[in-house]
């Protein structure tokens, strides 16, 4: 549109956006609008490797746990005879995490996970084959909880083995009967819910997110909602059982038990995620709630004083999910999942991992809504939760795509007034550099409103430290020629 100021585009803000929603990740050729854990790569893939897949027999289970123990067996049995300040006990050895090397895969460690899923994922013996997949997936977590992952290698190894799960199970989906699909599916959710993913909700999500794949059809759906509860179930059991434990005893464990792989710990993987955009790369195909995990770098002193200083200051208020344990605002609860876990109590860590959880599991709520065909319910879910960030950007997302600007306008009111310092998180900053005032700002251009679009460039120049100044000096320009 030529806007009487040569080339200049009155609406280039509009378009651009649009242009985003429709050509970017948040547009679907699959289903009616955009997911967060489900990406068209896993079917691809799945179908891809169908030509690898034969009806061939699969390791016994006990053999595959053999096969994934020995080589981790070996690698602490090398911790235990080189770090001066382990212990032996009766279960096995301990060493203060401290003093532990930091793990890399060079070291061989899973090299056994990788012979297990390698025999299973070229194998049509479904039960066989997944059974494998789930005893990998439960001992490589465990692994990866006991050894000092600072590099998040052995994290980034678990991420990529629960793609390789998630697309087998979509191919089981595809080729096994539903009676099969139900009992593997059931087998990979029986992992999730266990403890070893509890700690670490966003990961123990994309496992459940399995289900998605039964999600698609009829007769199968009803095991992705199945999954879907156990999950939540298992969370809410952990939580209530870890509040009725003294607040003030911590896992305070700096020594790890490695004297065995099947040994009882709690991991380090825990408290990492939180939620952030989507890649495209198969690796992060379940993840618009990944991408952001972090590491801690706090020390210990000032670790452990930043979480009693969260658990004096809510003082003696009960929670009736943790059985009277301290309520803990998101905030706190914030702040608690940046730390080591070794400095939190079992009551901070049930909290901080129930929040980590309630968040996670809302991307995987949508997208059943949404894969189910219940388009309605999918935007209404959005809308509904729209303090959380990509949950907000996805139903602005929805509105930009069917061009409606005046309810997009009121959406925008209802972020900014129950959220005020709400980001966007699904749109990159050349797109929102003003992020939803952008967003304000593509819809007021769209309905040519141009008396709020001047006041708001205005303001704009009235800031000293606006980067823009020569953008929204053409664009006041622009609409107040427009209005004359």
Request: net charge negative; charged share 25%.
């Amino acid at each position: 549109m030529d806007s009487g100021q040569g080339s200049f585009n009155r609406r280039q803000d509009a378009d651009d956006l649009t242009d985003y929603v429709n050509n970017g990740w948040l547009s679907s050729n699959e289903f009616d609008g955009p997911t967060f854990l489900w990406n068209h790569m896993i079917r691809e893939a799945s179908r891809e490797g169908s030509d690898q897949r034969n009806d061939v027999p699969v390791a016994n289970l006990s053999d595959a746990d053999t096969v994934i123990n020995m080589p981790m067996q070996w690698y602490f049995d090398a911790l235990a005879s080189m770090v001066p300040t382990a212990e032996r006990t009766d279960t096995g050895v301990e060493i203060p995490r401290i003093d532990m090397p930091t793990f890399s895969l060079d070291s061989q460690a899973l090299s056994g996970v990788d012979a297990v899923v390698g025999n299973a994922v070229i194998s049509t013996r479904w039960l066989d084959a997944v059974g494998n997949l789930a005893k990998a997936v439960e001992m490589t977590a465990r692994f990866v909880g006991n050894v000092a992952d600072r590099d998040n290698e052995g994290f980034d190894y678990l991420k990529d083995l629960i793609q390789t799960v998630r697309v087998y199970m979509d191919a089981v989906v595809c080729n096994a009967d539903p009676m099969t699909g139900e009992q593997a599916l059931r087998m990979i959710t029986q992992v999730a819910c266990n403890e070893d993913f509890r700690l670490n909700a966003m990961q123990m999500v994309e496992l459940l997110s399995c289900g998605l794949s039964f999600a698609q059809w009829d007769d199968t759906r009803m095991f992705a909602y199945d999954a879907l509860n156990k999950g939540i179930a298992a969370m809410r059991d952990f939580a209530a059982k870890s509040g009725n434990g003294d607040a003030s005893s911590t896992t305070g464990d700096t020594m790890n038990s490695v004297g065995s792989i099947d040994s009882d710990v709690t991991g380090d993987t825990g408290a990492r995620d939180a939620t952030a955009t989507q890649s495209h790369d198969l690796r992060d195909t379940s993840s618009d709630a990944d991408s952001a995990h972090s590491t801690n770098s706090t020390d210990a002193a000032d670790g452990a004083d930043t979480a009693n200083s969260i658990t004096h200051s809510t003082g003696a208020a009960g929670d009736s999910t943790t059985g009277g344990s301290p309520t803990l605002s998101p905030e706190e609860l914030n702040d608690l999942a940046m730390l080591d876990p070794s400095f939190l109590s079992k009551q901070q860590l049930a909290q901080t991992a129930q929040n980590q959880f309630d968040h996670a599991v809302q991307f995987l709520r949508h997208d059943l809504m949404r894969i189910s065909g219940d388009a309605e319910e999918a935007d209404r879910f959005l809308r509904d939760n729209h303090t959380s960030e990509p949950l907000a950007d996805a139903y602005a997302a929805r509105l930009i795509a069917a061009e409606r600007w005046q309810d997009l306008l009121n959406f925008v009111d209802l972020v900014e007034r129950d959220a005020p310092n709400q980001c966007t998180v699904m749109f990159p900053e050349e797109v929102v550099p003003y992020e939803w005032e952008s967003i304000r700002e593509a819809a007021l251009e769209a309905l040519g409103r141009g008396g709020e679009l001047v006041a708001m460039y205005q303001e704009r120049l009235d800031d000293t430290y606006d980067p823009n100044t020569e953008l929204n000096r053409m664009k006041l320009q622009a609409w107040t020629q427009a209005k004359e």
